[in-house]
């Protein structure tokens, strides 16, 4: 039997050369530093640390998550230290060895591109994420990511802003995603990020209010997946970008379900906060399965879903 | 300003249930099987996942629940640690029915532990139903050296829980119930407020409901006592990184729960914003 360091679990994520393909998805992992009691980072191809903006910002109020069917439901906002505060303090802080991608999270295309400026070209950055589940305010509260032309003009935007590798992480709240995917390849994304959660409800009876105190928030967690692999799916169909598969990812037969449906990588997000040690079990587990399969190379099992009985 | 004692790096394993036992009505007391435990502050937490990783993966329901450590006792590299709770949903419907030999997912211990008293300052322990068990291991560790006063209320006689392990410890008891069922009829704070009128300057180490404890801050600040509280929230992680367990601060912003408490001076809590 040969060992598992055989098998080569290298992937290349639009210019973004990984160890493996697993990395923790923004705003589940903190800014790396908070996991380090329980998993060594360097386990994984890399992380997303929490969403950035341009100022420092508090989030809001409680109750900020609730419980749904194999699900988490979240209202967190944009609590985060701000880009500076990133730079300065949290990025140092993270291991050498260990691959940083950069969220952006903004209300403005002006704000998305004045901190992609201040991360690009910074040392331990090996990329920029978009995130473009943000409520766009000029547009009353839309997504950037819902609507095609805010999308664009976005991805130009922030295209120009930055140098290094540019990841889209598109919303699931959408009719169309490979037209949305197709908008991002066309203004010279080199990799998108699917899915982010999914926009839901839930209500508390004896209040008759929602649960939350934002109102709506985002699903995540197993229950979502099936819907995160149909996108990841359609997506791969619609663009020859790299794909990075999200959505309630919590072993290697989850992964391997993404790398199957078209992605290139994966990232564990809500399965870390059951077991904060589990996304370097999906990275060993990857190993084991393509070991037992037959696999020689991950990247080999990418877009090979079977279709037609 | 007292600093909150250093505590262990956490653990994250599974972790072998040696006894689950009902203590009357919802109540329950849970001992886990901790390998390479290196102790625990008190006041502390951990997160538990009944049947997380049993032979029938369980997704829902998904979430961990924070738990207050209750007490520990070492076994060799091991330990036995207590968790003392009521069955108030299904996450801890599932805690109770598993089984000796069963595996809990355990990460912990969590959050910031109780400080000790500043010389000369009185222990007055404040429960509130289940908050008392945030209190018992501080109880266990200040009583050798210094007395405590451990005030414990709760709705009726049957709500009161772990009231023999107290008594078996060198602290005062005082027990107040709402229906008047056993002790003092009435509200805890009762209790804090006679207790404070007794003596010198005291800190007030509270657990419980919300308006409990913020009773609690008032009656210590009138009388020139500190206050510190342990609070309860929903979590989903307890480690820093959800952000779900937002706690107003005084002058403006969040607190996590999890990670900057559990334990907090009461005057850095904006007590009108806590559910």
Known sequence: MKSAAAVDLRVDLGGIALRNPVLLASGTCGYGAELAPFLDLRQLGGFVAKSLTLEPRSGNPPPRIAEAPSALLNAISLENVGVEAFLREKLPAVPEGVVVLASVFETETQRYVEVCKRLSGAPRVAGIEINASCPHVKSGGIEFGQSPRVLRELVRATRRATSGPLLVKLSPNVTDIGELARVCEGEGADALSLINSVQALEVDVETRRPVLSNGLGGLSGPAIRPIALRMVWQAARAVSLPLCGIGGIGSAEDAIKFLLCGASAVQVGTASYLDPAVAGQVAEGLAGWCQRHGVARVADLVGRLELGR | MTQPPPTPAPLRLEARVL???????????????????????????????????????????????????????????????????????????????????????????????????????????????????????????????????????????????????????????????????????????????????????????????????????????????????????????????????????????????????PMFEAGALAWEGLA
């Open chain 2, 19 to 261: 006894a689950s036992r009902n203590e009357g009505g919802p109540q329950h007391r849970l001992v886990l099987g901790v390998p390479g435990w290196r102790g625990f502050g008190p006041g502390q937490f951990a997160m538990l996942s009944p049947g997380a990783r049993a032979s029938v993966p369980r997704s829902d329901p998904l979430l961990p629940r924070p738990m207050a450590i209750y007490r520990a006792r070492a076994r060799g590299g091991a330990a036995e640690v207590e968790i003392l709770y009521k069955v108030c949903g299904r996450g801890t419907a599932l805690l109770a029915e598993a089984l000796p030999g069963q595996r809990v997912g355990f990460v912990g211990p969590l959050g910031r532990a109780f400080p000790a008293p500043a010389p000369g300052e009185r222990a007055l322990l404040l429960g509130g139903g289940t908050g008392i068990a945030s209190l018992y291991e501080l109880a266990a560790r200040l009583a050798p050296a210094a007395p405590v006063t451990v005030l414990f209320g709760a709705r009726s006689a049957a709500d009161l829980m772990g009231t023999e392990d107290f008594a078996a410890l060198a602290v005062e008891l005082r027990i107040a119930t709402e229906d008047g069922s056993r002790g003092a009829r009435g509200l805890a704070t009762a209790l804090l407020e006679a207790a404070l009128a007794e003596g010198g300057p005291a800190c007030v180490y509270a657990c419980g409901p919300t308006p409990m404890m913020r009773r609690a801050a008032e009656l210590a600040r009138a009388r020139g006592s500190r206050c510190l509280v342990s609070l309860e929230n929903h979590m989903a992680c307890g480690f820093g990184v959800c952000l779900g367990c937002a706690a107003p601060r005084a002058g403006g912003g969040f607190a996590l729960v999890c990670r900057d408490g």
